[in-house]
């Protein structure tokens, strides 16, 4: 919850003429503090139905979350687990803004306190894309979601106006365990060109209302990527070449020894429209049955994950 540390780091960078891009608040999880109800400690500048309103339902909610020394980097990740309670399924949850509980789920939603900084974390920058790494084990059926929102003034989600929703990045993990630490690379779909003032972010082990009980998950180093131009530049943007020919990329990756790459194109929403391994090297073409529009070339080559945004016509 605290944000001491963000507003003087901001004083630092206006005083100093730093022209940075800001980043998220505690994304590897390795801060945790006391919140007073219950043993569950949370992490720094993330919230939980246990500081959640209204307070009467917060004092009694579960424990959903944890950390966990299983880390992709640190010491902690945190750890996220569905429970059934009061004959309601309750997904793990965590947000940097702040949860409004209901007995009935489809009344439950989250949102931004735009006047406590403990619920609110300012973002006035466009990112591209949020990312991370996760572990899953879901109940059959359910899968862990990741949503962010760019926004202006207050918001909530789900939201009946989103008329100052600028942006949106969501993605829905796998259905099946995953048992390595694997990385996820979410593109924000943006809907104006206003500059947001807040990002709202909500990740969950279960599919919301349908949420069942028992499904687990873990994410760890979140991160925002940002764009000065019309590549997402990740490691370097030399490393991956992509043309573009119509419907038809031609993908080239510039290593020196011969390897095996993992290949996705995602659209603006992040769904995959196309999944292969291709190899390194050499010039690859890959015709795409897919409509007009931007699109993000995903190169997973285990430590290292080249991006480029194309234009397809």
């Known amino acids: 919850m605290r944000k001491t540390l963000l507003l003087f ?6 005083f100093s003429g730093v022209n940075a891009q800001t980043q998220l608040e505690n994304p590897g999880f390795e801060d945790w ?3 007073g109800i219950g043993p569950v400690p949370e992490p720094v500048n993330w919230n939980s139905l246990r500081t959640a309103l209204p307070e009467s339902l917060a004092k009694v909610s579960p424990a959903v979350w944890d950390s966990s020394t299983d ?16 004959g309601i399924v309750a997904p793990g949850t965590i947000t940097n803004e702040r949860i409004f509980a209901d007995l ?6 989250t949102f931004t306190e735009v006047n406590d900084p403990d619920f609110n974390m300012p973002l006035p920058h466009r990112p591209d894309s949020i990312i991370g790494w996760f572990k899953c084990n879901p109940t059959p059926g359910d899968f862990g979601t990741i949503k962010a929102i760019l926004h202006t003034d207050s918001t909530s ?3 009946t106006d989103t008329s100052n929703w600028v942006a949106v990045a969501y993605h829905e993990f796998s259905g099946d365990p995953v048992t390595e630490w694997t990385r996820f690379s979410v593109p924000f ?12 972010i909500i990740i969950t082990s279960g599919n919301g209302v349908t949420a069942l009980d028992g499904s687990e998950a873990w994410f760890d180093d979140l991160g925002l990527i940002y764009n000065d131009g019309t590549d997402i530049n990740e490691i370097t943007e030399n490393d991956l070449k992509v043309y573009v020919n119509h419907k038809t990329l031609t993908v080239f990756i510039d290593e020196k020894q011969k390897a095996t790459v993992g290949l996705q194109v995602l659209d603006m929403t992040g769904r995959p429209v196309y999944s292969s391994d291709i190899a390194s090297g050499i010039q690859n073409q890959i015709h795409l049955d897919v409509p007009t529009g931007v699109y993000v070339v995903v ?4 430590s ?3 991006t480029k945004k194309v234009m397809i016509r």
């Open 104 to 109: 009935d789920p489809n009344k439950g939603y």
């Open 304 to 306: 290292k994950v080249l």
């Open 157 to 159: 989600a789900p939201a």
């Open 9 to 14: 780091t901001t004083l630092i960078l206006l």
């Open 33 to 35: 503090e006391a919140i």
């Open 299 to 302: 190169a997973n080559m285990g």
């Open 71 to 86: 880390a992709h980097s640190g010491k902690y990740s945190i750890y996220l687990h569905n429970v059934s309670t009061f």
């Open 189 to 200: 779909n943006y809907y104006t060109s206003d500059t947001p003032d807040y990002i709202l």
